[in-house]
């Protein structure tokens, strides 16, 4: 039946997601639970951030299915053990939650503010929740080695319309000499004032730089996805290192930063179109979460050649 399958594999995901996580986890020494990207979360918070995500999902589960959310502790955790535990018990209150759910009670949409779950969609963002994160912190057990002296002397802010006429040369390199950009013929900088001008110092479109030794290295933003209302909870990023800067670690800061300084909004999707091949950009994307949602064949046409765009999406 339609419903026992819908539920097994829902369940199945969410097992295998879990144990992905656990096998981070398991082994993280008290050093790699404070170890973080710069301007990004640590380890420890991440897990925070999943346990108290997922106590979220039981509150769901329980209001659509009729029954008492339990009790569950918050706080970070206090080692990868106490982070396993936690993690084990949150889970357990979930399938508490849909013990002996039906097909009728597995589809029901309830209305929670301005977004819409059902029981089996709950499940399936609870999969793609440690997915994203069995990622983040796999990746900070992978990045222990010391960092470089190039990143360790980064600094990154909001940018200021000051920061334009460095922002548009950026820009402009990857207009001239490459497909990462659709557009055909550079900027001056004043044409660029309106691009500029769409992002905010906070909320959820913004615009942050990479200082390298008083040089703006690169920059990332999240803007308007569709002028549609229904839209506003999904935004678009963009992301241009100079060239000399390309390889150093600059990608992963801004990114790490931007999505730390978006944690509080109301979003819940990013997106990202990527002029394929390129192979760093889709390393890069992956490596914070994002997932290949589709590929839009021969969509764009410069250099006397016709380009793919792979379209990436990551769960906020």
Same mark, same amino acid.
């Given at each position: 039946m339609?419903?026992?399958?819908d539920?097994?594999a829902?369940?199945a995901d969410m097992?295998?997601?879990?144990e992905?996580l656990?096998?981070?986890v398991r082994?993280?020494?008290a050093?790699?639970?404070?170890r973080?990207r710069?301007?990004?979360?640590?380890?420890r918070r991440?897990?925070?951030?999943v346990?108290?995500g997922?106590?979220?999902?039981?509150?769901?589960?329980?209001?659509?299915?009729?029954?008492?959310?339990?009790g569950?502790?918050?706080?970070?955790p206090?080692d990868a053990v106490?982070?396993?535990?936690?993690l084990?018990s949150?889970r357990?209150?979930v399938?508490?939650?849909i013990?002996?759910?039906?097909a009728?009670?597995?589809?029901?949409?309830?209305?929670?503010?301005h977004?819409?779950?059902?029981?089996?969609?709950?499940?399936?963002n609870?999969?793609?929740? %440690?997915?994203d994160h @069995?990622?983040?912190?796999?990746? +900070?057990?992978?990045d =222990?080695?010391? *960092?470089?002296p190039?990143a360790?002397a980064?600094s990154?802010r909001?940018?200021?319309v000051?920061?334009?006429p460095?922002?548009?040369?950026i820009?402009?390199?990857?207009?001239?000499?490459?497909?990462?950009?659709?557009d055909?013929?550079?900027?001056?900088v004043e044409?660029?004032?309106?691009?500029?001008?769409?992002?905010e110092a906070e909320?959820?479109?913004?615009?942050?730089?990479?200082?390298d030794g008083?040089?703006i290295?690169g920059?990332?933003?999240t803007?308007?996805?569709?002028?549609k209302?229904?839209y506003?909870?999904t935004?678009e990023?963009?992301?241009y290192?100079?060239?000399?800067?390309?390889?150093?670690g600059?990608?992963?800061?801004?990114y790490?930063?931007?999505?730390?300084?978006l944690?509080?909004? %109301?979003?819940?999707? @990013?997106?990202a179109g990527?002029? +394929?091949p390129?192979? =760093?950009s889709? *390393?890069?994307?992956e490596?914070?979460g994002f997932?290949?949602?589709?590929v839009?064949?021969?969509?764009?046409?410069?250099?006397?050649r016709?380009?793919?765009v792979?379209?990436?999406?990551?769960?906020?």
């Amino acid at each position: 039946m339609p419903f026992e399958t819908d539920l097994e594999a829902a369940l199945a995901d969410m097992r295998d997601e879990r144990e992905r996580l656990l096998a981070a986890v398991r082994p993280l020494s008290a050093g790699a639970l404070a170890r973080s990207r710069p301007g990004g979360w640590t380890a420890r918070r991440v897990l925070q951030h999943v346990i108290e995500g997922e106590g979220v999902y039981v509150k769901l589960l329980a209001h659509l299915c009729g029954r008492t959310a339990p009790g569950l502790p918050g706080g970070e955790p206090s080692d990868a053990v106490d982070a396993a535990q936690r993690l084990e018990s949150a889970r357990s209150a979930v399938l508490a939650m849909i013990d002996g759910i039906d097909a009728d009670t597995l589809y029901h949409i309830g209305s929670f503010g301005h977004d819409e779950y059902s029981a089996l969609s709950v499940l399936q963002n609870i999969a793609a929740h %440690d997915r994203d994160h @069995a990622g983040q912190i796999a990746d +900070l057990r992978r990045d =222990a080695r010391p *960092a470089s002296p190039v990143a360790a002397a980064v600094s990154i802010r909001p940018a200021t319309v000051d920061d334009l006429p460095r922002l548009t040369e950026i820009y402009n390199h990857y207009v001239v000499h490459t497909p990462i950009t659709f557009d055909l013929e550079p900027y001056a900088v004043e044409e660029r004032r309106p691009w500029f001008e769409q992002f905010e110092a906070e909320r959820r479109h913004r615009l942050l730089v990479a200082v390298d030794g008083g040089t703006i290295a690169g920059y990332a933003g999240t803007h308007q996805f569709r002028t549609k209302k229904a839209y506003d909870t999904t935004v678009e990023v963009t992301i241009y290192c100079g060239p000399e800067a390309t390889g150093r670690g600059m990608g992963s800061a801004l990114y790490a930063a931007l999505f730390d300084a978006l944690s509080g909004e %109301d979003l819940r999707l @990013a997106v990202a179109g990527i002029t +394929l091949p390129n192979d =760093a950009s889709v *390393a890069l994307h992956e490596r914070f979460g994002f997932r290949c949602a589709g590929v839009m064949h021969d969509v764009g046409r410069k250099s006397g050649r016709y380009w793919d765009v792979g379209w990436y999406e990551k769960l906020l």
